[in-house]
């Protein structure tokens, strides 16, 4: 009985059912509508949508051909990944500096900047296409579809796959692999049976994080689709012609999608588990430089990923000065007007882009952080679930979070339709996890005791916090500040869904000028968004010097 008194008293526990409470109104709710929805929902003709699913073959082919798509994308990243994790940990070899920004890469284009750029060289009206067309005399087949889905996705998510694999090769002991190598074993042998089992539960995790990412993938599909049907794109066609009378099919392929990436999700964990190999001491293989033909060939391999990695960054910063008429890019013209148009004539994106991403950044993180302290420090019969809760977006892709929280939020007593709240709200509850795992890998290596002799020396319990706690993390704090950021101001999937004339942003305005054809305009819009997504990570890193990447 005192013992619940006490708890009754502590503020944390009042604290804890507060954030508890938050969670359950903007995230579990919307997922419960689209849930009970996908079961309770009937057409005019008084079908459900899991009857319309089954019986209609575009949706079975949507599920099969992102199944597919994920598949062949997780083959393909891994193919490229974990060669040149290798190649980055075990050798030295010349221009291997420039793979150390590859985490920079994958975090400063956005997709829909990366579909776009892509196709400004591969399209129907690509710089390369008309080349090969014009001078030639070749008729290339189109981007559009696989070719393009393939291609451009798999050179946005092999870094997640490389950077898991490089932890994973960095920190295995080469002494076994010595050990291995000293009893008669060949060194190709020794890394296959010692080594391998070792580090392959990091390539699977990272693999099916890819295969996540891509069921889940909007800017990507729409804009290369073409006639390949795709989950995530049904989806939000039934989002857009559903939204407000009869949201059948919206609920039932987002409760789909949910149920795929739950399904990956895990999967991955149960890989993970099963791998116990445990390195507790020793040191990493030196690196040594490639030689002879065989290295510089694959030193040159390398060198060719890094150049198709920023080639959309080199793509679009030429495509914002290239003077066009309408969808037509005259190459070797040179204007400024697209930008002027940009940041003189219509910055109402900029704007709302800053304004949105910024509101959305200082709320998840003063969220996440208070979340992550109750989840670490402050235990009790609640924080389980506030840390099961708060990763719960991990299994929702964009377009299924902003369709729950339209069904939500976009009538009723709680309208927040037609204006910018929705947006913010889908911008939180999109990046929440990645504010609270920050700061709570930062608080398990805090000891308790620094926080207890504030305590003791009369500093009560939330001034200690302040006062102690907080500035210890404050570098955790800064760096999730700077990826919420970074990712929140390019964010797409669940702001086109939720958004509302005059309130559109960056990515949205890129995305109607591809749907458009406007490549030179969606070019300036992009090159500002790049700079606007850029500033505060090379501020962070190089000023600051904040360990983003560590």
Known sequence: MKRLIALLRSPWTWLSVAVLAMLLVFLVWPVLNILSASVLAR???GQSGWHILISDPRYLRAIGNTLLLGAGVTVLAAGIGVPLAYLTARHHYPGKALVSILPLIT??????????????????NGVLTRALRDGLGLDPPSFYGWPGLLTVMTFTYYAYIYIGTLAAIRGFDSQLEEAA??????????RFKVMAPVVMPAILASALLVFTMVVGNFATSMILGHRVELLSVLTYQASVSETGSDPVMQSTLATTSISLVMLALFLQRWIVSRGRYEITQGRGAPETPMRGPRGAAMACAALVVMGMSMLPLGTLAVGAFTRAHGPVMRWGEWTIAHLERVLVNAPAPVVNSIGYAGAATLIAIAFSTLASYLIVKKRNLLTPWLDYLSAI??????????????????????DLSGTASLIV?????????????????????????????????????FTSFLKVVLPLMAPAIAAAAVLTWTTTVSELSASVIVYSPGHETLPIQIFRLIDSGLMAQAS?????????????????????RIRLFA
Do not use: C, K
């Not at 975090?107 to 591969?122: D, F, K, R, S």
């Not at 190598?181 to 020794?190: F, K, Y």
């Not at 999109?430 to 009369?458: C, K, M, Y």
């Not at 300036?524 to 600051?544: D, E, M, N, Q, S």
């Open 43 to 45: 057409d005019d003709a």
């Open 107 to 124: 975090l400063v284009i956005p997709e829909v900047i990366g579909a776009q750029t892509w196709l400004m060289i591969l399209g129907n």
């Open 181 to 190: 190598q000293s009893l008669g074993t060949s060194p190709p042998v020794s």
């Open 393 to 414: 977006p991990l299994a929702l892709s964009g377009t299924v979070i902003g369709i729950g929280l339209l069904m939500t939020f976009g009538h009723g007593a709680f």
């Open 425 to 461: 709200l889908a911008y939180i509850v999109r990046r929440l996890p990645f504010g609270v795992r920050n700061a709570s890998s930062t608080l398990f290596n805090l000891p308790d005791s620094i926080e207890e002799a504030s305590v003791s020396l009369g500093v009560p319990p």
């Open 524 to 544: 300036a819009y992009g090159l500002v968004l790049i700079t606007v997504i850029l500033a505060p990570v090379l501020l962070a890193t190089r000023v600051f």
